[in-house]
Structure formats: structure tokens, C-alpha cells
């Protein structure tokens, strides 16, 4: 019982996450370029301030939907691929 309750929250994260279209396209665009940095992903999204991806980056990562690595001033995101197949597939297709 307590992982199933563990289970949901974490769906809830997840697609709570997932709920703003902006979002979406970060994970989708992380999908098809594997690792990006902050700068290229708001260069290929282009209507996104720095200051509104960092904070979608940062729900993205909490959910536990995008993995980041730090290399010197840089954070470079990735799916989660474990993550992304257990509550969101249609990311990965």
C-alpha cells in the first residue's frame, strides 16, 4: 500500500510537471538532442526567458522527469529515461 501511495505521488509530480505545454517541449526537445545546456535549449525554444526555463527546468528535474550534471559553469539536463517510460512513454516514441 505505501509504495502504491509512493507511486501516485510520483505520477502526480510527474504530470503536474508535464501539465504546461513549455515543459512538454523541453522534455520532447531533450528526447530527440539526448544532453543539452541551459543556453541551447532556450536558444531552440526561442521564446522562453532564462530566468521562466530555469524555473521549468528546475520543475522537470524535481519531478524527477530530467537528470542534470554539472561541467564547470555549465548544467547539462537529460530525460530520465526510467522515469519517462514509467509515466510518460509517449515522450520516448
Do not use: W
Not at 535549449?41 to 530566468?51: D, G, P, T, W
Amino acid at each position: 500500500m505505501l509504495e502504491e501511495n509512493a507511486n501516485v505521488r510520483q505520477a502526480i509530480k510527474v504530470y503536474k510537471a508535464l501539465g504546461e505545454p513549455t515543459r512538454i517541449k523541453i522534455a520532447l526537445l531533450l528526447t530527440e538532442e539526448t544532453t543539452l545546456c541551459c543556453s541551447d535549449i532556450e536558444s531552440k525554444l526561442e521564446s522562453v526567458a532564462s530566468s521562466t526555463l530555469s524555473h521549468h527546468l528546475k520543475q522537470l528535474t524535481d519531478c524527477g522527469l530530467l537528470n542534470h550534471r554539472k561541467e564547470g559553469t555549465y548544467i547539462y539536463y537529460s530525460v530520465n529515461r526510467e522515469m519517462a517510460q514509467k509515466y510518460a512513454p509517449y515522450l520516448l516514441e
